[in-house]
T-cell receptor, first 115, second 113 residues
Framework: DSGVTQTPKHLITATGQRVTLRCSPR?????VYWYQQSLDQGLQFLIQ???????AKGNILERFSAQQFPDLHSELNLSSLELGDSALYFC??????????????FGPGTRLTVL | GENVEQHPSTLSVQEGDSAVIKCTYS??????FPWYKQELGKRPQLIID?????GEKKDQRIAVTLNKTAKHFSLHITETQPEDSAVYFC????????????FGSGTQLTVLP
């Protein structure tokens, strides 16, 4: 167990709908990252937050948005869902900070199925 | 931006043999290189990492080597066991304020009993 929690574990919805995925980082971690993993694909970085502020953006669609709350949990909002959005969505957390390197620990993921 | 290439995409070895997975990165400013193991439907789990001021790191049966000049790093698994079967991802992280990991495309390792 990495200490990162994600809910829900599974989500089935229809095209055009909107869903919210939730992530709670490890205790003490200030950075949260979101990744998308489609079937037989690698891990695509979506977005990073550090202590409530957006730090970096990757291949995140305009239909997707995220935020990090004062208690440091984060939510990823996916709207106008398409079949191609079906994937595993992982959250990771790290200590964060301005300098140095830190390890990212992944949550168990949310499997999103768009029908 | 950073680009990470990983080879091979699939690797089959006999139990007890060694397995080697190689990655190259493009940005010389990268300074942290983790390796993750992912079993089917599970989360990526960190198995070993190396920082740019170190050339080699070992942890029991696994080791990672880094060649900064050539910009490549490798994962070595010795005495492979069936439970080592999984997808392995390498990654690199650029120094600076953004802590964005760039992942390789993954290697499906199968250890045959």
């Amino acid at each position: 167990d990495s200490g990162v929690t994600q809910t829900p574990k599974h989500l089935i919805t229809a095209t055009g709908q909107r869903v919210t995925l939730r992530c709670s980082p490890r205790s003490g971690d200030l950075s949260v990252y979101w990744y998308q993993q489609s079937l037989d694909q690698g891990l695509q970085f979506l977005i990073q937050y550090y202590n409530g502020e957006e730090r970096a953006k990757g291949n995140i669609l305009e239909r997707f948005s995220a935020q990090q709350f004062p208690d440091l949990h984060s939510e990823l909002n996916l709207s106008s869902l398409e079949l191609g959005d079906s994937a595993l969505y992982f959250c990771a957390s790290s200590v964060g900070g301005q300098a140095g390197t830190d390890t990212q620990y992944f949550g168990p993921g949310t499997r999103l199925t768009v029908l | 931006g950073e680009n990470v290439e990983q080879h091979p995409s699939t690797l089959s070895v006999q139990e007890g043999d060694s397995a080697v997975i190689k990655c190259t990165y493009s940005d010389s400013a990268s300074n942290y290189f983790p390796w993750y193991k992912q079993e089917l439907g599970k989360r990526p789990q960190l198995i070993i990492d190396i920082r740019s001021n170190v050339g080699e790191k070992k942890d029991q049966r696994i080791a990672v080597t880094l060649n900064k000049t050539a910009k490549h790093f490798s994962l070595h698994i010795t005495e492979t066991q069936p439970e080592d079967s999984a997808v392995y991802f390498c990654a690199s992280l650029l120094s600076g304020s953004a802590r964005q990991l760039t992942f390789g495309s993954g290697t499906q390792l199968t250890v045959l009993p």
